[in-house]
């Protein structure tokens, strides 16, 4: 292997990027119709098994050239003393291993393109796990809440106290108000099943809105779960509320935090998959 590289795993960038090297974009004249994967940063190009990828590339503070596949495309990192042939040399070198990465980010935001929610009456949303059916009625306020779950009938039917001409934005809104209210109290339910079981103690639930993370843990026993979660079927959830909370044994991946997941869910790895491959409706 290369002995400067480094490739990061991560599917998406993290939250706080580095500045880029100032360096100029790809002129207009050097743009190729033919590009397959091409970053909307792009200011290298390079070709790899004869396919031209497009990538951001930036200067930064490291001891080794990184790799991250994104949902915009590929960004290489570098340090500064690293030469531009050493950086197409590691290129080369990981070649599969970036085309397949930007193969699977194409594939996944495909999948989630037609997922987006049409807000109006009769639309469909998915709630753990299960399609639910919005019905506007404007003659109830049921319980001054704004909705009502009914899941008597031969389908799951969510009434929303609107009127028939609500905006699709006062649509949404009441939905997601009604949705964080049961992402809330089935977190809460699943945070006191498994805290027992792993022999740790939760002390605050906060929902996250995050767009890339479903969950993180403090060492105060503070858990943030993002409340998209609530679209997922509940052994999803029961996934990453296990995960987080063996967090507050071992603050790491290691094998030891692993083996934690694992006393309280033996087909975490199978559910670990299945949140990668859930498509969660794109909330715009």
Same mark, same amino acid.
């Given at each position: 292997?290369?002995?400067?590289l480094?490739?990061?795993?991560?599917?998406?960038?993290?939250?706080?990027?580095? %500045?880029?090297? &100032?360096? @100029?974009?790809?002129?207009?004249?050097?743009?190729?119709?033919?590009?397959?994967?091409?970053?909307?940063? =792009?200011?290298?190009? #390079?070709?790899?098994?004869?396919?031209?990828?497009?990538?951001?590339?930036?200067?930064? $503070? *490291?001891?080794? /050239?990184?790799?991250?596949?994104?949902?915009?495309?590929?960004?290489?990192?570098?340090?500064?003393? !690293?030469?531009?042939? %050493?950086?197409?040399?590691?290129?080369?070198?990981? @070649?599969?291993w970036?085309? *397949?990465?930007?193969g699977?980010?194409?594939?996944?935001h495909?999948?989630?393109?037609?997922? $987006?929610? %049409?807000?109006?009456?009769? #639309? #469909?949303?998915?709630?753990?796990?299960?399609?639910?059916?919005l019905?506007?009625?404007p003659?109830h306020?049921?319980?001054?809440?704004?909705a009502?779950?009914?899941?008597?009938?031969?389908?799951?039917?969510?009434?929303? &106290?609107?009127?028939?001409?609500?905006t699709?934005?006062?649509?949404r809104?009441?939905?997601?108000?009604?949705?964080?209210?049961?992402?809330? $109290?089935?977190? /809460?339910?699943?945070?006191?099943?498994? =805290?027992?079981?792993?022999?740790?103690?939760?002390?605050?639930? #906060?929902?996250?809105?995050?767009?890339?993370?479903?969950?993180?843990?403090?060492?105060?026993?503070?858990?943030?779960?993002n409340? $998209?979660? /609530?679209?997922?079927?509940?052994? !999803? /959830?029961?996934?990453v509320v296990a995960?987080?909370?063996?967090?507050?044994? !071992?603050?790491?991946?290691?094998? *030891?935090?692993?083996?934690?997941?694992? @006393?309280?869910?033996?087909?975490?790895?199978?559910?670990?998959?299945?949140?990668?491959?859930?498509?969660?409706?794109?909330?715009?």
């Amino acid at each position: 292997m290369h002995p400067l590289l480094r490739f990061t795993l991560d599917l998406f960038e993290p939250a706080q990027a580095p %500045e880029p090297e &100032a360096t @100029s974009p790809l002129p207009p004249a050097q743009a190729d119709t033919t590009t397959l994967f091409r970053h909307p940063r =792009a200011n290298r190009e #390079t070709r790899l098994c004869g396919t031209l990828v497009a990538y951001e590339f930036k200067r930064i $503070r *490291r001891r080794s /050239i990184g790799f991250v596949v994104g949902p915009e495309g590929l960004v290489v990192r570098a340090p500064q003393w !690293v030469t531009l042939r %050493e950086v197409e040399s590691a290129l080369q070198e990981k @070649s599969a291993w970036i085309l *397949r990465k930007l193969g699977e980010m194409r594939e996944r935001h495909e999948r989630l393109l037609p997922q $987006r929610i %049409e807000w109006r009456d009769g #639309t #469909t949303v998915p709630f753990l796990g299960q399609p639910v059916r919005l019905q506007l009625d404007p003659r109830h306020a049921f319980g001054a809440v704004g909705a009502q779950l009914q899941a008597d009938g031969p389908e799951p039917v969510l009434q929303l &106290a609107l009127a028939h001409a609500a905006t699709p934005e006062q649509i949404r809104d009441a939905v997601q108000a009604w949705l964080m209210r049961q992402a809330r $109290r089935v977190f /809460i339910e699943r945070l006191d099943h498994f =805290a027992p079981q792993l022999q740790v103690q939760w002390r605050r639930l #906060t929902l996250s809105n995050a767009g890339t993370r479903w969950g993180s843990a403090s060492i105060d026993g503070s858990i943030r779960l993002n409340w $998209r979660l /609530i679209h997922l079927q509940q052994t !999803v /959830i029961d996934y990453v509320v296990a995960h987080e909370l063996s967090h507050l044994r !071992v603050m790491d991946h290691s094998a *030891r935090f692993w083996d934690t997941v694992e @006393s309280v869910l033996p087909d975490y790895a199978a559910l670990r998959r299945q949140l990668k491959d859930d498509v969660v409706p794109r909330w715009q």
